[in-house]
């Protein structure tokens, strides 16, 4: 089965002193899970990290594989989204008490291990308030697991909770859909970065 692939593309700027600054692209491939490791995205640079959502017929399965292939993994964690929206299921809700929410948050690390960070599937809701995303942060930073905001909202209540928190957080510049699957193999050629906004944006 062919599935719609997500393509998070990031922009990251070095630390180093700002005259050698440069900066880097990350592309991070999603949503997958739903289907063993497909062909196409194993045969694509190391350099193209994947993220897993937990909680999927091969989420372990799919997480080894890319593991083995010395690809960093990132957890693709669902979150509540506006009611009227699909709801992705074993999703964190804002009905979830802090107790509920990271035992839910553990055991998705359980079935995708060795994860460098998280992202959120979809979450537009849970991710406006800042009570359920302080509980997540704790426990992400206890483990030493950075968070990367996939923006699926403008609303400015993140910024709440992105300061409030050490943890290493990044934000996305660009979000592309790609499907069929045949087209990954020239996901890198759909990409330009715009030096005036310094984002990367799709053609």
């Given amino acids: 089965m062919q599935r719609i692939v997500a393509v998070t593309a990031l922009l990251f700027l070095s630390l180093a002193e700002p005259a050698l600054a440069k900066p880097k692209l990350a592309l991070i491939i999603d949503d997958l899970g739903y289907d ?15 993220s897993v959502i937990p909680f999927t017929e091969f ?3 799919v997480t080894l594989s ?7 993994v990132l957890l693709h964690l669902p979150m509540q989204s506006p009611d009227g929206t699909p709801q992705e299921p ?8 802090k107790e509920e929410m990271q035992a839910r948050v553990k055991e998705a690390l359980y079935r995708v291990p060795q994860v ?11 991710t406006q308030h800042q009570e359920p995303m302080h509980w997540l942060m704790e426990l992400l930073e206890s483990r030493e697991i950075g968070f990367i905001d996939s923006r699926t909202t403008q609303v400015p209540w993140r ?32 990409l330009r970065f715009n030096k005036r906004r310094n984002v990367a944006q799709p053609w």
């Fill in 36 to 50: 063993m490791m497909p062909r196409e995205i194993a045969a694509l640079p190391s350099e193209i990290s994947v």
């Fill in 59 to 61: 989420d372990t399965a």
């Fill in 66 to 72: 890319a593991l083995s292939q010395q690809r960093e």
């Fill in 90 to 97: 074993n999703s964190l809700t804002l009905n979830m008490s």
């Fill in 116 to 126: 460098v960070a998280v992202n959120n599937h979809m979450g537009s809701l849970l």
């Fill in 159 to 190: 910024n709440a909770w992105r300061k409030n928190t050490a943890l290493p957080t990044i934000v996305v510049m660009c979000f592309s859909i790609i499907s069929p699957m045949k087209r990954l193999s020239s996901a890198n050629s759909s």
